[in-house]
């Protein structure tokens, strides 16, 4: 019997980093952290921290990142484990970290009935294969007998996958960025850090506490235009931002999807803005990418997730559309970037 290759999340380092910048302002203490092309930054307001042992705290959030990011990436343990998925059903060794995301990923896709779906990339490489224009009917159907996290088995303990179906291929960019942040989010609390801001590629955002003057912690938001709209404040809340339309991969003039609708196989082709807030940074993450799927119909996945609101902007409407608890989104007259 073939020897199960144990995927180990600590042995990769970064694919790209840069030094990291720390910018005194005002209030709080600034970081800037380049990881795999992505921007982290992070706000602290705690003055009365020591210097140095800001330092150390800076550096461990850097290094919490970097590791956690490499998940991933194709030069990390989920490519990896996607070239153990291409020979068959499985069984493959998973470290208890990448067991975990998984785990997470499968709780996404039964808290949005299907929609927030970690499975996708048979469906990835079926448009790929064209171009990124829509494949025949009969490739869609074939990628989608391999698509589906309950065709997932993760052991008990998180250490082994197994699949129902040979071939799958997985696809958990979508939880990324809230992955990144509930793990930068854990570490800062566990240091007993009361007042900080988050900020993961432009896309997930945590607010503890509050910034400087006792304010909550404001994050731009774009409509479905890319025009900023508004700010929505955040106060031991996460912010997840995602959009249906995207510059294309390959360079060509205009916008298309990049978020798959795991119940057909189509591109989302809405123009879609969503800002979703919710206390969990990968909550969020799940409720803003289901959300640019559904639409209207998103409260079928806010009604699962406690303290949840999403605010969506389409179409012609003047206003947008709120669904579930009460966002704190104010009309932007400027950024209030004064903290």
């Avoid at 959030?61 to 998940?71: E, F, I, K, L, Y």
């Avoid at 071939?167 to 930068?184: C, I, N």
């Avoid at 298309?256 to 591109?267: E, N, T």
Wanted: glycine share 8%; proline share 8%.
């Amino acid at each position: 019997m073939r020897s199960l290759m144990t995927l180990s999340l600590l042995a990769f380092t970064a694919c790209a980093s840069a030094p990291e910048k720390v910018v005194s302002t005002k209030g709080p203490i600034e970081r800037t952290i380049l990881i795999n092309g992505a921007t982290l930054e992070i706000k602290i307001n705690e003055p009365d921290l020591p210097p140095w042992e800001m330092t150390k705290l800076m550096k461990a959030v850097g290094d919490q990142a970097r590791s956690v990011d490499n998940t991933f990436f194709d030069t990390g343990v989920l490519e990896l484990l996607n070239d153990e998925l291409k020979k068959g059903k499985g069984p493959v060794k998973l470290h208890p970290l990448t067991g975990k995301m998984l785990a997470d990923a499968v709780r996404g896709y039964q808290l949005s009935a299907g929609i927030f779906d970690p499975t996708v990339g048979p469906l990835i490489s079926a448009w790929r294969e064209e171009g990124w224009s829509q494949p025949p009917p009969s490739a869609l159907r074939a990628a989608l007998t391999r698509v589906g996290a309950d065709k997932l088995q993760i052991s008990e303990d998180r250490t082994e996958l197994r699949t129902t179906v040979p071939g799958m291929r997985l696809e958990p960019r979508g939880m990324r960025d809230g992955w990144v942040v509930s793990r930068v989010k854990e570490l800062l609390d566990k240091r007993r850090i009361n007042n900080y801001y988050i900020n993961f590629n432009g896309a997930c955002y945590y607010g503890a506490g509050t910034a400087p003057g006792g304010k909550p912690w404001p994050v731009m938001v774009r409509d479905h235009h890319s025009k900023p709209v508004a700010q929505i404040f955040l106060s031991d809340q996460s912010l997840s931002l995602s959009v249906s339309l995207v510059p294309r991969p390959d360079g060509r003039p205009g916008k298309k999807g990049h978020i798959y609708d795991p119940r057909d196989g189509f591109m989302v082709s809405t123009p879609r803005s969503v800002a979703a807030v919710a206390p969990s940074p990968l909550d969020a993450e799940i409720l803003s990418t289901s959300s640019v799927v559904l639409g209207e119909n998103a409260d079928v996945v806010s009604m699962k997730i406690a303290e949840s609101g999403i605010v969506i902007y389409q179409g012609k409407a003047a206003a947008p559309l709120r669904i579930g608890e009460p966002v704190d989104l104010r009309p932007m007259k400027r950024f209030d970037d004064d903290f």
